[in-house]
Nanobody, 114 residues
Framework: VQLQASGGGLVQPGGSLRLSCTAS????????MGWYRQAPGGQREFVAN???????RYAPSVEGRFTISRDNAKKSVYLQMNRLEPQDTAIYYC?????????WGQGTQVTVSS
């Protein structure tokens, strides 16, 4: 499986972006798909994930501002990011199957700056 992420860019504080990630083949709905991010000089950290039968999970720093969703028919997962803050600046990576043994996309840059 390969993951292709898109949708990053430069946005002002308070703005919104929507990230998309599409898989090269179907991923069972019971498999976690999610987003992680890595800020300059920092480690990769969990942002959000989703799978069937469970409520989406979010990092406390994005809870209430970001929304993850998934369209299994389109083999895609999305991250709607609202009320963006400079601290959200990072490379965002799509993941399928978890951070330990899963598959990673190539990353998409999100920069929040005035």
């Amino acid at each position: 499986v390969q993951l292709q992420a898109s949708g990053g860019g430069l946005v002002q504080p308070g703005g919104s972006l929507r990230l998309s990630c599409t898989a090269s083949e179907s991923i069972h709905s019971s498999v976690f798909m999610g987003w992680y991010r890595q800020a300059p000089g920092g480690q990769r950290e969990f942002v959000a994930n989703i799978r069937s039968g469970r409520d989406p999970r979010y990092a406390p720093s994005v809870e209430g501002r970001f929304t993850i969703s998934r369209d299994n028919a389109k083999k895609s997962v999305y991250l709607q990011m609202n009320r963006l803050e400079p601290q959200d600046t990072a490379i965002y990576y799509c993941n399928a199957g978890g951070s330990s043994n899963g598959v990673w996309g190539q990353g998409t840059q999100v920069t929040v700056s005035s």
